[in-house]
């Protein structure tokens, strides 16, 4: 295979010809990757790697990977081959798909693809000062090889596609959703775009089609022993522990790394995993999330507009309402489920649940983010005074609930909420740092100690689901020995290592589970919910709002 470098440029910045491809099929989808520095890796792209891959393999000596830049054109590019026929230079392009058909069934190639081969002609005729006159396209499922005509006319659409995305990659807002819908469902982008959602919240009657990923099958790996180094092997995540086998994860199977207590991570794993897009996330020993390793790139221009949207207070003091009714009416709604079916219900508990209505009605009416904060004290008050009342009677008295108390926790209880709300934030911030946002500009929390104003804003909306309901239903259920998994400290009490890995399984066991949401009306794992209502977040300072923080329990 020959390879060819040519390059016309004073290093003013210039255009991928790929980018105009997507400018083509999408505009939003241009901005995403050019503007925002959004990129995901579905099968459809990996696919295409392959075929490239078994071209380049093939016995061809007319094949050539040729690199080109050309200034005067604000453009750069790999062609994927490039023949003489004839006596005539020709531009090749593989694709993956079918051709498109017209009317008559005659293979054409689509928009995107035409767009993109008269872009790699027009750089060749730039850079090599030669002429061509065609350029080809070979689309591998129909076998179908399509010719596409070089002219004047080919030269003016390649010159308008440029302006066009010189344009945009100005502008500071995101283009709409196509009208397109059909587009959307092939796109690689539309777990970020959220295409569907965006048209829900334009249109409340529309039903939306779940383009975004059930689950995230990946691995959340826990280092809970104290001593306990990763590292790198190839490909593969090693784990080395105190006394135990070498253990080895392949890297595609691994979505995070969490080390507690005393663990450690050497610096060619952490530079693995910023690469790999895996979390690496630190809790001490007592229990206490410490912090997240942040390997974002790029996503300024989101950035800004979060900061411009998040220094507005009407839309901080909005969203923060928003929160304190999702949070409340989750804790109100897990109340309300310890009267199903009992006739002999305490009065604490049925008193609490109208009080806390009561409260909520004034909610939508809170004026300043000071009196809202009063609100939400008053509700968290109500739901843990009544929520003993959901322990049931068998339980031993060591795992008994008398109010919250923490840094330190004083009973076995609050040491599980405690760990529980640790993993959750956790959790939450690894879906920001995955979405891109900043965690230190929030909207309703202020700075305090390390922990984000933005992870702490939306750690409230899983409180309940993922924290509260686990610990109650694994103390229900006498899954708990009160004294191997539970460490005494004088006053302090904390999961021993053995409770820590009960927690954790519960935890991530409940992770895992379904759940529909409420506001788009299709069902996602908890652990895919994370990552959906950041990304929603953003969208109610997007134009595209309203389907934010109604998480809330049925």
Not at 161 to 174: D, E, F, P
Request: glycine share 6%; aromatic share 8%.
């Amino acid at each position: 295979m020959q390879t060819l470098e040519v390059f016309i440029s004073s290093g003013q910045t210039t255009l991928r010809v790929s980018a105009l491809h997507a400018l083509t099929y999408c505009p939003r989808l241009f901005y995403l990757e050019e503007v925002e520095e959004l990129y995901t890796q579905d099968a459809a792209v990996f696919a295409g790697r392959r075929l490239h891959t078994e071209l380049e393999k093939q016995e061809d000596e007319e094949w050539e990977e040729l690199f080109l830049e050309s200034e005067e054109l604000g453009l750069r590019g790999r062609l994927d081959a490039l023949r003489t026929r004839d006596g005539q230079t020709i531009p090749y392009e593989h694709k993956r798909g079918r051709a498109h058909r017209d009317e008559n069934k005659q293979p054409l190639a689509w928009e995107s693809d035409r767009l993109q081969i008269l872009a790699y002609a027009f750089l060749l005729e730039s850079a090599l000062g030669i002429t061509v006159k065609e350029g080809r396209i070979r689309y591998h499922a129909d076998n179908v090889l399509v010719h596409v005509l070089f002219d004047d006319a080919g030269r003016a659409a390649v010159r308008e596609a440029i302006q066009q995305a010189r344009t945009l990659r100005q502008s500071t807002h995101r283009p709409p959703v196509t009208n397109n819908e059909r587009l959307c469902a092939r796109c690689s982008l539309a777990p970020v775009c959220l295409p569907e959602e965006a048209r829900l919240a334009h249109d409340k009657e529309w039903q939306p089609i779940r383009l975004f990923p059930e689950d995230d099958e990946r691995q959340v790996i826990h280092i809970l022993e104290p001593g306990t180094s990763v590292g790198r092997t190839g490909e593969q995540i090693k784990i080395t522990r105190r006394n135990q086998p070498l253990e080895t994860v392949p890297a595609r199977q691994v979505g995070q790394l969490v080390l507690h207590s005393f663990s450690q991570i050497s610096t060619q794993a952490l530079h693995f995993c910023a690469d790999q897009g895996i979390g690496v996330h630190f809790i001490s020993g007592g229990g206490r999330y410490l912090g997240s390793f942040d390997t974002r790139q790029g996503s300024i221009q989101r950035r800004i507009r979060q900061y411009a949207a998040l220094s507005n207070p009407d839309t901080c003091l909005d969203l923060a309402c928003k929160l304190v009714v999702c949070r409340g009416q989750g804790q109100r709604k897990f109340l309300m489920r310890g009267t199903r079916g009992k006739a002999d219900v305490p009065e604490t508990l049925h008193k609490a649940i109208a009080q806390m209505k009561a409260v909520l009605k004034q909610v939508p009416q809170a004026k300043s983010l000071e009196s809202l904060l009063g609100l939400e004290g008053n509700l968290a008050a109500l739901y843990f005074s009544a929520l003993p009342c959901l322990i049931s009677k068998e339980v031993a008295s060591e795992l008994h609930f008398n109010g919250r108390n923490r840094r330190p926790p004083k009973d076995r209880f609050n040491a599980m909420l405690g760990f529980g709300y640790a993993l959750l934030l956790k959790d939450v911030m690894n879906a920001i740092l995955t979405v891109g946002l900043e965690p230190a500009l929030g909207f309703y929390h202020q700075p305090r100690s390390q922990a984000a104003p933005l992870a702490l804003d939306l750690l409230e909306i899983f409180r309940v689901p993922l924290v509260d309901m686990t610990v109650m239903a694994s103390v229900n259920r006498a899954q708990w020995d009160v004294k191997a998994d539970f460490e005494i400290r004088g006053e302090q009490v904390w999961l021993s290592e053995a409770g820590r890995r009960k927690f954790v399984e519960l935890y991530e066991r409940r992770k895992q589970e379904s759940w529909k949401h409420p506001a788009t009306g299709y069902s996602l794992t908890y652990r895919r919910l994370f990552e959906l209502e950041v990304r929603l977040l953003e969208k109610e300072w997007m134009g595209e709002g309203g389907l934010f923080g109604h998480l809330i329990l049925r």
